[in-house]
């Protein structure tokens, strides 16, 4: 079946970094729009980053300039690179893919930020 399996969460300190990795299985990765969300406690899930299956991205406000997604086709494969990491970056990050009206969600990845 269809997989998109996260990787990479953990604990940073405040303006460390963390890179996150979510592997695909089973799909055409490479016709995907593949995204980055994340929920903190008690908050709604939310839009980090997308990349398009051209590779271009897009970055929520609170992220730009510290956080820059990207993505290897040859190994079906989505990356966050997260730099000058803060606490409120402390969520479950979630790796989606979305081609027209299917949506793939992986499991998530803890994230926490903590001095």
């Known amino acids: 079946q269809v997989q998109l399996v996260e990787s990479g969460g953990g604990l940073a300190q405040p303006g460390g970094s963390l890179r996150l990795s979510c592997a695909a299985s089973?799909?055409?990765?490479?016709?995907?729009?593949m995204g980055w969300y994340r929920q903190a406690p008690g908050k709604q899930r939310e839009l980090v980053a997308t990349v398009t299956s051209r590779g271009t991205p897009n970055y929520t406000d609170s992220v730009k300039g510290r956080f820059t997604i990207s993505r290897d086709n040859a190994k079906n494969t989505v990356y966050l690179q997260m730099n000058k990491l803060k606490f409120e970056d402390t969520a479950v990050y979630y790796c989606?893919?979305?081609?027209?009206?299917?949506?793939?969600w992986g499991q998530g990845t803890q994230v926490t930020v903590s001095s």
């Open positions: 989606n893919g979305r081609f027209g009206e299917v949506g793939i």
């Open positions: 089973r799909m055409l990765f490479n016709i995907y729009t």
